[in-house]
């Protein structure tokens, strides 16, 4: 992810765009996920490959799959667009 990803997203969001976020999901932090609930985009979509193995045969990244999946979890579910 780019350093000034934030930057960037909070800019675009204050100018009017109409944000879509595309993520796995890895590099969700609790600061990404306040800045997403302070300035929510339009849409969020998240790639769930599933199982383990899938997980790391799709993405062939050496990432474990459950610290994918508890990445989307510092954003609380009443907080989803």
Avoid at 35 to 62: D, I, L, N
Avoid at 70 to 77: D, F, I, K, N, S
Wanted: hydrophobic letters at 45%; one cysteine or more; aromatic letters at 12%.
């Amino acid at each position: 992810m780019r350093p000034d990803f934030l930057e960037i997203y909070r800019a675009a969001h204050r100018l009017g765009f109409l944000l879509t976020v595309l993520t796995n999901g890895t590099l969700i932090d609790e600061t990404i996920a306040e800045a997403w609930t302070a300035a929510r985009p339009q849409r969020w979509r998240s790639a769930c490959t599933g199982f383990p193995e899938v997980f790391e045969s799709v993405t062939r990244v050496p990432i474990p799959w459950l610290a994918a999946k508890g990445a989307l979890t510092c954003w609380p579910l009443d907080k989803f667009p």
